[in-house]
């Protein structure tokens, strides 16, 4: 079970305090580099049965990153709101809706366009 922990920071430690929680996912990502490589020795022996629990602890893995980068990047957009610095929900990149991926930094105000469809 995932629960939320709260403490408090003084303003100027929070880019530290971002710093201290991300070298758990370094740690993770280093781990995860070295169980891909015996993933990759597994199956080139066709050892498929520790091939597949390896690769199993690797999703969980994957998923623990994730979540603890959530929560960095939560930390961050609301540091940086604070400091006014950045409108982070202004800024975000954003994909092109033919499917181009190229960020773009402008901002991107709400559309106040009706739909006109079956009118």
Do not use: C, F, W
Not at 53 to 78: F, H, N, P, V, W
Not at 106 to 113: A, K, L, W
């Amino acid at each position: 079970m995932r629960v939320k922990i709260s403490y408090g920071a003084d303003l100027k430690e929070v880019p530290e305090e971002v710093d201290q929680l991300y070298t758990y996912v370094s740690s993770k990502v280093r781990a995860m580099q070295k169980q891909t490589e015996q993933v990759e020795d597994l199956l080139a022996e066709e050892d498929l049965s520790a091939a597949l629990g390896l690769i199993d602890r690797m999703r969980k893995t994957m998923t623990s990153i994730d979540l603890r980068l959530s929560d960095i990047e939560a930390i961050t957009e609301g540091y940086l709101n604070h400091k006014g610095e950045r409108d982070v929900q202004q800024r975000r990149p954003s994909l092109d809706p033919t499917g181009e991926s190229s960020p773009r930094t402008e901002s991107i105000q709400p559309s106040h366009h009706q739909n006109n469809e079956g009118t």
